[in-house]
């Protein structure tokens, strides 16, 4: 696994941040870094997706990037049957996910698009998961984008999202985002990388807090929700269509 040194090199934090090669080649180790529990939020999610994943309709996963989400999910779904889309807008990251062999097994189908998760049509879902990938969306964009997601699901079916959150109470999304920013130095990022990443993402990366996100989902239609994880500025809500 290649180091992630992408903001080490003084100046480079002035252009704004996107999913380039050279950040594909390290995405790994960035998220392993920087995101904090990732593999046990990737794990949940795919545990959550069999439990709500319905034979013969497709699991939709915005912003693929390497594929990790497919990995994990093709491990605990064993030999049954599925249809995956990994819907990405980087041709770096779509590459890389199409490289990988994730040993599916028959009956198990996996498509990597490289698409704006806006631009898409969704039909036939029973699971999709969004990770990580609202917060690069322009905010008034969101709503129609959930809108649209609620009425590609089918009833029983589950929206999961993950994303970097902002407090009600700006002490606490301040101190939170400090303890964020000791979790990254405790990893190994330097100060000047740190503030250079922070500096490049400012336009880029726009968190919600955790009462828009849930919000959005319940204005969409999903009126039952679950926020299955938080730790600081970071959490994950898994929010159902009810049926009928
Ligand atoms: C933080 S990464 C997602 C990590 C991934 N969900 C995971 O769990 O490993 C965000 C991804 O979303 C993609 N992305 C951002 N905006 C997008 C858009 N409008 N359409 C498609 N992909 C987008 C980026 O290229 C990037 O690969």
């Given at each position: 696994?290649?180091?992630?040194?992408?903001?080490?090199?003084?100046?480079?934090?002035?252009?704004?941040?996107?999913?380039?090669?050279?950040?594909?080649?390290?995405?790994?180790?960035?998220?392993?870094?920087?995101?904090?529990?990732?593999?046990?939020?990737?794990?949940?999610?795919?545990?959550?997706?069999k439990t709500?994943?319905?034979?013969?309709?497709?699991?939709?996963?915005?912003?693929?990037?390497?594929?990790?989400?497919?990995?994990?999910?093709?491990?605990?779904?064993?030999?049954?049957?599925?249809?995956?889309?990994?819907?990405?807008?980087?041709?770096?990251?779509?590459?890389?996910?199409?490289?990988?062999?994730?040993?599916?097994?028959?009956?198990?189908s996996a498509?990597?698009?490289?698409?704006?998760?806006?631009?898409?049509?969704?039909?036939?879902?029973?699971?999709?998961?969004?990770?990580?990938?609202?917060?690069?969306?322009?905010?008034?964009?969101?709503?129609?984008?959930?809108?649209?997601?609620?009425?590609?699901?089918?009833?029983?079916?589950?929206?999961?999202?993950?994303?970097?959150?902002?407090?009600?109470?700006?002490?606490?999304?301040?101190?939170?985002?400090?303890?964020?920013?000791?979790?990254?130095?405790?990893?190994?990022?330097s100060d000047?990388?740190?503030?250079?990443?922070?500096?490049?993402?400012?336009?880029?990366?726009?968190?919600?807090?955790?009462?828009?996100?849930?919000?959005?989902?319940?204005?969409?239609?999903?009126?039952?929700?679950?926020?299955?994880?938080?730790?600081?500025?970071?959490?994950?809500?898994?929010?159902?269509?009810?049926?009928?």
């Amino acid at each position: 696994m290649l180091r992630d040194e992408v903001f080490a090199r003084p100046g480079v934090g002035s252009s704004d941040f996107n999913f380039s090669r050279e950040v594909s080649e390290v995405f790994e180790d960035m998220l392993d870094r920087s995101v904090p529990f990732y593999r046990e939020i990737v794990r949940m999610v795919a545990e959550m997706a069999k439990t709500f994943y319905l034979p013969g309709s497709v699991f939709y996963d915005l912003g693929s990037s390497t594929g990790n989400v497919l990995e994990a999910f093709s491990q605990v779904m064993g030999d049954s049957p599925f249809e995956y889309a990994g819907i990405d807008n980087s041709p770096a990251m779509i590459e890389k996910s199409r490289g990988r062999d994730f040993g599916l097994k028959v009956g198990q189908s996996a498509r990597f698009l490289e698409k704006d998760i806006l631009d898409c049509h969704y039909s036939d879902a029973s699971v999709i998961f969004a990770g990580f990938t609202f917060q690069f969306v322009r905010p008034m964009l969101r709503t129609p984008l959930v809108e649209k997601l609620f009425d590609a699901l089918k009833p029983g079916g589950v929206l999961i999202l993950a994303e970097k959150v902002l407090e009600e109470d700006s002490l606490f999304s301040r101190l939170f985002v400090e303890y964020y920013y000791d979790f990254k130095r405790r990893n190994g990022y330097s100060d000047l990388e740190i503030s250079q990443k922070r500096e490049s993402l400012e336009n880029v990366l726009i968190p919600y807090r955790l009462d828009e996100n849930r919000e959005l989902l319940r204005k969409a239609g999903f009126s039952r929700q679950s926020v299955f994880f938080k730790w600081y500025n970071f959490s994950g809500i898994l929010a159902i269509k009810e049926d009928g």
